[in-house]
């Protein structure tokens, strides 16, 4: 009896051998099955990650050129506003030659000074309007705007206040393009 019941236990072992063996193969077809679903789905994801980043290398591309071209545009804008300045003072040249031909001199001084005034205020408002403006010398010295380049004695002027402005500056947008060159009270 013991060798049956021997017997019998090496066929449940058996069988149970098997059927692990049948459960590991079943198993690691469902892991082939599963690999080859993941790799398709890798390959689909590099396939739109290839894509999107080409899509926004593209995109870079037209806005890097469309910012050119609106700076470019932008250039244009400013300098035909200078244009009409341009003008006046070619009429002014003109004006000046025609004088060293006649004896209107008084005259034509009178019209040159007219065409320089005109022509300064046109280059202003050019300048205004694309965000060019003349930095104040009122409220006093700032060494943010202006450069002091010489002291003079005043008895009008506090020490350290802006006696006389000697060149006009500058600023763009708040951003300073060329500082006023002032002269200031020492006392």
Known sequence: MQ?????????QEESQEAKEASEVLEEQENN???????QEKI???????LRTYADFENTKKRLMREKD???EYAYEKFAKDLLSSIDTLEMALKSIKEAKESNEANEILGKIEEGIAL???NLLKA????????????GGFDPNFHDAIMQVA???????QIVAELQKGYKYKERVLRPSMVSIAKN
């Open 3 to 11: 060798e049956q019941e021997k017997a019998n236990l090496d066929t």
């Open 32 to 38: 082939k099955e599963d690999k080859e679903v993941l």
């Open 43 to 49: 390959k689909e994801l590099e396939e739109k990650y």
């Open 69 to 71: 071209q609106s700076l």
């Open 119 to 121: 022509t300064l205020d």
């Open 127 to 138: 300048l205004a309007k694309n965000g060019v403006e003349p930095i104040s010398i009122e």
């Open 154 to 160: 005043s008895e009008t002027h506090e020490n350290g």
